[in-house]
């Protein structure tokens, strides 16, 4: 664990270098651009030869599609109370990102003209699910869930296989209860390069959504302008900020939570005002650690992906979050410093507030997409929302009446930009 102060002049180097880390490396980025132009140039035959390759799974053009009964059958070999509380779960978030549907709209601008928008669902998406070790359930609810809500016609789903060609049961049942039916048993950037640019057997798609390791979110940049993609999520991150009436076990715990997602590159973030309550932190790290399956690889973040700033007062800390723009940001102060700190932080890609919410509410089931930004773009990048699987049209009407009124502008900008035919395409109509 590191330990910053705010008073080191160094602070925000030194941030800003500790984050760095999680960018992709050049061989990742050349690996990468290779897989591409592979599946590019031999469709079906480049996927199943690099699925065998890196999932150990031999398919065949065939079967990488599963049968539409395989979905359907998952659920029943689940638990019903499992089934229940993935239902519910699905529940809220649908009914979070109902209240969010963008709406089409017109009105009267100032020279009387008809203007507006409207909104389209994308008509076909592809989406990411990873699965391996760490089979993310949940992402199929934060991305497939809004695309069937936002309408979209056609949903793609990629989610890598194990050795034996299965895919997680939980996977399958969420999709099926979301109402997917089209899913490939495919991973890794091959899985990014299949949707982008389609092959015999999947047609390509018009926008990438959902999570990845380096390899998948390294692909989801390359292909960006070929088709469209969500965000560039990378690593897990988090930040709690405390003060000394908090509980050390639970800012611990939630930590300790969001260093265990095993991709080995997560960040986890402490901002305190007291470095008594810092120490208390850190013992209760090590006796939570000890506990937990994915120790060994929790501690890797511990000793390379964790640090700690000490901080005056809740300005300070306000600072730090917003430099960072953390993931997950949850706030464990009371009521008045909750108030400063969610009105002062503008950057964080989700707020916690209070230490009766840890992340994994948000994780698994709040209502508001888990897909977030990282390394720092939640300067300018949000979470995943129901209108990124919609596309806007906009929309105007003239008439003689309201062009008149606009004559002496289209002339000026005509005039100012030497274009003639833009002034003359008003000119002759009236």
Same mark, same amino acid.
């Given at each position: 664990?590191?330990?910053?102060?705010?008073?080191?002049?160094?602070?925000?180097?030194?941030?800003?270098?500790? =984050?760095?880390?999680?960018?992709?490396?050049?061989?990742?980025? &050349?690996?990468?651009?290779?897989?591409?132009?592979?599946?590019?140039?031999?469709?079906?035959?480049?996927? $199943?030869?690099? %699925?065998?390759?890196?999932?150990?799974?031999?398919?065949?053009?065939?079967?990488?599609?599963?049968?539409?009964?395989?979905?359907? &059958?998952?659920?029943?070999?689940?638990?019903?109370? !499992?089934?229940?509380?993935?239902?519910?779960?699905?529940a809220c978030v649908r009914d979070f990102h109902k209240?969010?549907?963008?709406?089409?709209?017109?009105?009267?601008?100032?020279?009387?003209?008809?203007?507006?928008?409207?909104?389209?669902?994308?008509?076909? +998406?592809?989406? /990411?699910?990873?699965?391996?070790?760490?089979? $993310?359930?949940? %992402?199929?609810?934060?991305?497939?869930?809004?695309?069937?809500?936002?309408?979209?016609?056609?949903?793609?789903?990629?989610?890598?296989?194990?050795? !034996?060609?299965?895919?997680? @049961?939980?996977?399958?049942?969420?999709?099926?209860?979301?109402?997917?039916?089209?899913? /490939?048993?495919?991973?890794?950037?091959?899985?990014?390069?299949a949707m982008a640019y389609g092959t015999?057997?999947?047609?390509?798609?018009?926008?990438?959504? =959902?999570?990845?390791?380096? /390899?998948?979110?390294?692909?989801?940049?390359?292909?960006? =302008?070929?088709?469209?993609?969500? $965000?560039?999520?990378?690593?897990?991150?988090?930040?709690?900020?405390?003060?000394?009436?908090?509980?050390?076990? /639970?800012?611990?715990?939630?930590?300790?939570?969001?260093?265990?997602?095993?991709?080995?590159?997560?960040?986890?973030?402490?901002?305190?005002?007291?470095?008594?309550?810092?120490?208390?932190?850190?013992?209760?790290?090590?006796?939570?650690?000890?506990?937990?399956?994915?120790?060994?690889?929790?501690?890797?973040?511990?000793?390379?992906?964790?640090?700690?700033?000490?901080?005056? !007062?809740?300005?300070?800390?306000?600072?730090? *979050?917003?430099? +960072?723009?953390?993931?997950?940001?949850?706030?464990?102060?009371? @009521?008045?410093?909750?108030?400063?700190?969610?009105?002062?932080?503008?950057? *964080?890609?989700?707020?916690?507030?209070?230490?009766? %919410?840890?992340?994994?509410?948000?994780?698994?089931?709040?209502?508001?997409?888990? %897909?977030?930004?990282?390394?720092?773009?939640?300067?300018?990048?949000?979470?995943?929302?129901?209108?990124?699987?919609?596309?806007?049209?906009?929309?105007?009407?003239?008439?003689?009446?309201?062009?008149?009124?606009?004559?002496?502008?289209?002339?000026?900008?005509?005039?100012?930009?030497?274009? !003639?035919?833009?002034?003359?395409?008003?000119?002759? @109509?009236?």
């Amino acid at each position: 664990m590191k330990l910053l102060t705010f008073a080191d002049k160094e602070l925000w180097t030194k941030l800003a270098a500790f =984050g760095k880390s999680m960018g992709s490396s050049e061989a990742i980025r &050349s690996a990468v651009t290779s897989v591409l132009a592979d599946v590019r140039e031999r469709g079906d035959a480049a996927v $199943l030869d690099y %699925t065998a390759k890196f999932d150990k799974a031999r398919l065949t053009a065939e079967n990488l599609r599963l049968p539409a009964n395989v979905l359907r &059958s998952a659920v029943k070999t689940l638990p019903r109370k !499992d089934v229940a509380n993935m239902k519910e779960a699905l529940a809220c978030v649908r009914d979070f990102h109902k209240k969010t549907m963008p709406k089409s709209w017109t009105a009267k601008n100032p020279q009387g003209a008809t203007v507006g928008e409207r909104f389209y669902p994308i008509q076909r +998406v592809g989406v /990411y699910v990873p699965g391996g070790q760490v089979p $993310l359930v949940s %992402t199929v609810i934060m991305a497939a869930a809004l695309a069937k809500l936002a309408g979209c016609p056609e949903v793609a789903v990629c989610t890598p296989p194990a050795p !034996d060609g299965s895919i997680n @049961r939980g996977i399958l049942a969420m999709l099926d209860l979301c109402g997917i039916d089209e899913v /490939y048993r495919i991973g890794g950037s091959q899985a990014i390069a299949a949707m982008a640019y389609g092959t015999k057997t999947i047609k390509p798609v018009f926008k990438i959504f =959902g999570p990845g390791n380096a /390899y998948v979110t390294e692909a989801k940049r390359q292909v960006f =302008g070929e088709v469209g993609i969500d $965000l560039l999520p990378g690593p897990s991150e988090a930040m709690v900020i405390a003060d000394r009436e908090s509980s050390p076990a /639970y800012a611990a715990a939630d930590l300790l939570a969001q260093a265990e997602h095993g991709s080995g590159a997560e960040k986890i973030y402490l901002v305190a005002n007291c470095k008594r309550f810092i120490t208390a932190v850190n013992k209760e790290i090590e006796r939570q650690v000890a506990t937990l399956t994915h120790a060994g690889k929790i501690r890797r973040i511990l000793e390379e992906g964790f640090v700690t700033v000490l901080v005056k !007062d809740w300005k300070q800390a306000a600072a730090v *979050a917003n430099f +960072v723009a953390p993931e997950h940001l949850e706030l464990h102060v009371d @009521r008045p410093a909750i108030k400063f700190l969610s009105g002062s932080i503008t950057n *964080a890609g989700a707020m916690l507030l209070g230490e009766d %919410t840890p992340t994994v509410m948000g994780d698994f089931t709040a209502g508001p997409s888990h %897909t977030l930004p990282t390394n720092r773009t939640g300067r300018f990048a949000s979470g995943l929302q129901l209108s990124d699987f919609m596309r806007r049209t906009s929309i105007v009407s003239y008439d003689k009446r309201s062009l008149k009124k606009a004559v002496s502008v289209i002339e000026t900008f005509s005039r100012m930009e030497s274009l !003639d035919a833009h002034g003359n395409s008003l000119k002759v @109509r009236l």
